[in-house]
């Protein structure tokens, strides 16, 4: 089952505009990570961040966590037409054997040129 | 280097029919998953390998679901007797256990029971 929600679940922005998409899950986790996926196929990582952190950058990307309120946001600023795609979050819980990842449902980005 | 690769990337069963599909990790990966991805119930975990441990099966939705890795490399799913709500996109992920926990997904097997 899926571990929390993603908001919104769907974005539309013009090229250059940052898009910013918020994810909650519900169990304490070890990191949390933002994948993307184009065509509805493989996905690809993006970032992670480890629960005893509040923000990460990578690029153009940049990952807020805040464990007291079990959400994480990830923002792309500067969007490029190749950014459109589906966003997903997915955690490691604390006690997860494996570091299997439990998935968000999904943010579907689309960036108008 | 190789990515991670499935076979096939499209498979479409009747009903009834048991299908296997495969997954060929990143060498030296020595941990292997097993996702899918249907419309209803989003990404979902189904099985995790790491070496010579026993699997965790945790994910597999029922005993029709199985999965096997041979000489800690290359896995094989395999759903018996498809039902139509096994139709969904199967994503295989190897990682390394050591360092980053980042997984590398395969392209999918996009399955079709009909």
């Known amino acids: 089952s899926q571990q929390g929600e993603e908001d919104p679940q769907a974005l539309s922005i013009q090229e250059g505009e940052n898009a910013t998409m918020n994810c909650s899950y519900k169990?304490?986790?070890?990191?949390l990570q933002w994948y993307r996926q184009n065509s509805g196929r493989g996905l690809v990582h993006l970032i992670l961040?480890?629960?005893?952190?509040r923000e990460k950058h990578s690029g153009r990307l940049r990952v807020t966590l805040d464990t007291s309120k079990k959400s994480s946001s990830l923002l792309i600023t500067a969007s490029r037409a190749a950014d459109t795609a589906s966003y997903f979050c997915a955690t490691v819980a604390i006690k997860a054997a494996g570091n299997k990842l439990t998935f968000g449902g999904g943010t579907r980005v689309l960036v108008k040129p | 280097g190789a990515g991670v690769s499935q076979s096939p990337s499209n498979k479409v069963t009747e009903k009834g029919k048991d299908v296997e599909l495969r997954c060929d990790p990143i060498?030296?990966?020595?941990?292997l998953y097993w996702y899918r991805q249907s419309l209803g119930q989003g990404l979902e975990f189904l099985i995790y390998?790491?070496?010579?441990?026993?699997?965790?099966k945790s994910g597999l939705p029922s005993d029709r679901f199985s999965a096997e890795r041979t000489g800690g490399s290359v896995s094989t799913l395999t759903i018996q007797r498809t039902q139509q709500e096994d139709s969904a996109v199967y994503l295989c992920a190897s990682s390394l256990v050591q360092g980053s926990h980042e997984q590398y997904f395969g392209p999918g097997t996009r399955l079709t029971v009909t």
């Open positions: 060498s030296g990966h020595t941990a």
């Open positions: 390998f790491q070496g010579n441990s026993a699997p965790d």
């Open positions: 961040i480890r629960s005893n952190e």
């Open positions: 169990t304490s986790i070890n990191n």
